[in-house]
């Protein structure tokens, strides 16, 4: 391979993912408190049969932008102002058939939605689909100004960030963000405003120093590859990867094409492996799920670790990404992403790794046109350099959020909530011991 392809792969990957910062560890401060006037509910999206929980099942309120999903368990929490409680509410789930219910038949909580699946047809399921793969990415990325959302708009969207140790929650950042997403078709990066933000740690957990996550809510909008494609799929590097179908399926009862890619053997340089779910019928990316090919340690280290103590060696040993897209009026947009970042720290003169998981998401629960084009001046912008962690203040409040939508938690990190709070509150009372600075 030319140096010239291999330096164009290399500066094309190291603009993509998470940033880890390892440094001394801060405090936490206290957080304020919101009334707002809306209905809650809570429950489980579940399939109708084997009664497995659906994970990442869109709920949508109708003739609304107001929307949330459903978390790793299947659960979901869903706020509506009350002028929409006569609506109904969509579900609906790749692979399955999309389910609709008025919302006045919900109850406040334990909610269960049983989905049930699409049965491909096998005429469906053997569809004579277009000849070349790599031909239809080509044309459903060229098509992205007529088939998404082509005029300024003002998203509101919830943002979490996770740390594990092992499997044990230690750090938890989450925050409300307003994005000014620009057309579909402009080359202009969309921009960030940072409306609302809190955060917990276990510091007894993180081996006295803490894992920070540079970029925080530009790690998830970066993933829309349809906004974003120069972040994976540029002209050039389409040419980087071997494309072909797999089996179709459907979503919003749409026939969706399944796209296999990888990236080709002669390629050394770390790129990308997964699968592209494109609408049959309109040519639209609707969902991709992909990960990068870790083929040499250190240069993923060097593309995920910008700061680290010198008696550690760090690498990364899985690094995914997920993107969903949803539709209005025949428009689709971005709608949720996820990244995951799972990596060993080796510290020298000790006998056993830590192994730790770093994982962000965003997804957008209301958005209205921004027909001024309004922006939030350039000191209230989010940076793409931003530590929410250092921006976020401490878990307190359970109003916090007020009518903001939000991912319902995992049992697991509820627990760690609770656990950390508890914790902070013995060590400031001198019960626990001492709180590190």
């Avoid at 330096?7 to 880890?20: A, D, P, Q, S, V």
């Avoid at 040499?296 to 995914?320: G, H, I």
Wanted: proline share 3%; net charge neutral; aromatic share 12%.
């Amino acid at each position: 391979m030319s140096k010239e392809k291999k330096n164009h792969i290399k500066n094309h990957t190291l603009k993509y993912g998470f940033i880890l910062l390892i440094s001394i560890i801060t405090g936490t401060t206290s957080l304020m408190a919101q009334t707002i006037n809306y209905s809650e509910y809570t429950g489980e999206v579940l399939d109708s049969n084997s009664k497995k929980a659906l994970v990442f099942a869109t709920l949508t309120v109708d003739n609304t932008n107001v929307t949330t999903i459903t978390n790793s368990e299947g659960q979901f929490s869903l706020k509506v102002p009350t002028e929409y409680i006569n609506n109904n509410l969509t579900i609906s789930f790749l692979g399955y058939k999309t389910k609709q219910i008025s919302i006045s038949e919900l109850e406040n909580e334990k909610n269960k939605i049983f989905m049930e699946e699409f049965v491909m047809a096998l005429s469906e399921a053997s569809i004579d689909a277009p000849n070349d793969a790599e031909v239809l990415v080509r044309e459903t990325l060229d098509k992205k100004g007529s088939n998404y959302l082509n005029e300024n708009t003002v998203m509101t969207a919830f943002y979490r960030e996770t740390i594990k140790k092992r499997r044990t929650n230690v750090s938890l950042s989450e925050a409300v963000v307003n994005i000014y997403k620009t057309p579909y078709s402009s080359n202009k990066t969309d921009a960030l405003e940072l409306y609302k933000a809190r955060k917990s740690t276990d510091y007894s957990k993180l081996d006295t120093v803490a894992l920070k996550l540079q970029g925080g809510p530009f790690n998830t909008l970066f993933v829309d590859m349809v906004k974003y494609p120069n972040y994976i799929f540029t002209p050039e590097t389409l040419g980087y990867y071997d494309f072909s179908f797999d089996t179709s399926t459907r979503v919003n009862d749409q026939l969706i094409y399944v796209i296999d890619f990888k990236q080709k053997p002669e390629i050394i340089d770390p790129l990308y492996n997964g699968k592209l779910y494109i609408d049959a019928e309109n040519k639209i990316l609707t969902s991709a799920i992909y990960s990068l090919n870790i083929t040499d340690r250190k240069l993923a280290s060097q593309m995920f670790v910008r700061r680290k103590p010198k008696n550690a060696e760090v690498w990364p040993t899985e690094v995914s990404y997920r993107v969903d897209y949803r539709e209005k009026d025949g428009k689709w947009y971005y709608g949720y992403s996820n990244v995951l970042l799972e990596f060993k720290i080796n510290w020298d003169k000790r006998l056993f790794n830590s192994v730790y998981s770093m994982s962000c998401e965003m997804a957008i629960t209301d958005w209205e046109k921004n027909i001024e084009n309004t922006i939030p001046r350039s000191k209230d912008r989010m940076k793409a350099s931003i530590i929410l962690s250092d921006e976020a203040i401490g878990f307190a409040d359970p109003d916090f959020w007020g009518e903001y939508n939000i991912i319902e938690p995992e049992k697991s990190i509820e627990s760690a909530i609770k656990k950390i709070q508890r914790q902070l509150k013995r060590d400031k009372s001198g019960t626990g011991g001492t709180t590190k600075p």
